[in-house]
């Protein structure tokens, strides 16, 4: 007998109504139909109520927000994973408060930490290596600095990763630069299973708060290779018994931050990784960062005399990754921080612009993460070369201001730090996200953020920075779809479903006219971000699958 033709699975279509609708397809939105994986419809609860009918999943909305959901443009799986499960310092305010904590750590093999930040410390004073060692009882110990650019180690685990003799390896217990790099390598050789676990942790974060996609920036001196094919691997995993099914998680935006010195080696690289990845950019550090005075500066740190912050790649080696990128035609891009930092990626733009044509780099899209501090002219030159800025708001918001850490590390300079106003105006692309787990994966929290930047002439307008965290983070990782990020026809079906206090049209400075909600300005409506309660997230969807939900939606 033949077999038996398979029946195909009908298409769930739903409709979600009685709320508000952010699109730009109709700023009076209040019902949105999705068929499958995509929107079908938005408009109102008057044709809402003629479209309805007993085959449509209904979802009663009950007053609250659906908005395009957001895309964190960097962030670190595994190593949020990592901070979410291991100990949680940035409550710490003292070196014995710090030893307390790993004293109390439970479980077995290396004590994992982050998230301590000594310049909240009354007394800064780190503690050593052999105070760590009897703290735990003589387990290895590895605590990351917030910003994760240097770490404290204990004599067991300096001792296993070779760090003697290593640049950035002192007296004490805090390790920079490659003795930071190896610290961390020794500290990660964890198995496949453990990894997995932790990048699982990491994405179901994501999904409670609103995220569906997240750019993981993996390079050699993070994670291994196989850490980056089980990130990639979430877009493709398909019911393992240890792992989410595909599309129930954020997709997951993969780069390599490898060094490429030619075309072919550009390329031996791609084929090696045995997973497809957006381009060799992310974490390919040009410097470090400010809190641990290695961001690269053109002058000393101002409370560091003598110090200038560190510059691992040449111009020359820059230069020749941007043009063998380019001319095969995907992303490249660094991690850079300071001045000086920035100074040299401009430069080495300027050397493979000479060799393979403005042209081939602009078309490129290449990405620069950070850039925290940029004068004029060097965003006049960003803009020339379209070269996306993916930068973190929250860095302003915890260490920006007259008694911060950016004041104390750069004095009046810090100023002039995360420009995104000036970025805006002189036409730089955009993108944003969180550094995870260097600041949280709370999306508002960094909408707020853009909008009360502590340099009123940086500030934005809540639309621009809701747009920098989502429809933008997908141009920047120029997506396969040019309609993702946005809630209109056709569009993926990619949401989150906000409860909120109030909607309003916000813009930067606060004038009472700019909070307005007059519909005549036609403009869609975001959550008031000074209620004092930040949006609750209800549910988060992913081309019409949904990755999380509080059970309460549709009660």
Known sequence: MPDTPAVPTPRKVSLYRNGSVYTAADPFATAMLVDGDTVAWVGSEQAASSIADSSMDVIDLHGTLVAPGFVDSHVHLTETGIALDGLQLGGIRSAAELLDAVAAAAGEGTVLGHGWDETLWANPALPTREELERAAGGRQVYLSRVDVHSSLVSSSLASAAGLDGLDGFAAGSQVKRDAHTAARRAARQLPADRLRGYQQRALAEAAANGYVAVAEMAAPHIGSVEDLRLAAGWNTTSNPADAAPAGAVPEVLPYWGQLASSVEHAQSILDGLGVPVLGLAGDLNIDGSIGSRTASLRSDYSDAPGERGSQYLSVAAAAAHLAACSLLGIQAGFHVIGDAGLDAALEALDQAAAEVGEQRI?????????????????????????????????FDALWGGDSSLYKQRLGQRQLGMNPFGSYYSAGVPICFGSDSPVTPLRPWDSVRACLQHTNPAEQISARAAFLGHTRAGWRAARYRNPMAGQLVPGAPASFAVWEVDELMVQVSDGRVQSWSTDPRARTPLLPALDTGSDPVCLQTVRDGRVLFTNGTLGA
């Open 362 to 394: 602009r078309a490129a899209g290449h990405r620069f993460e950070h850039v925290e501090i940029a004068d004029a002219d060097a965003i006049s030159r960003l803009a020339r070369y379209s070269v996306t800025v993916s930068a973190q708001p929250g």
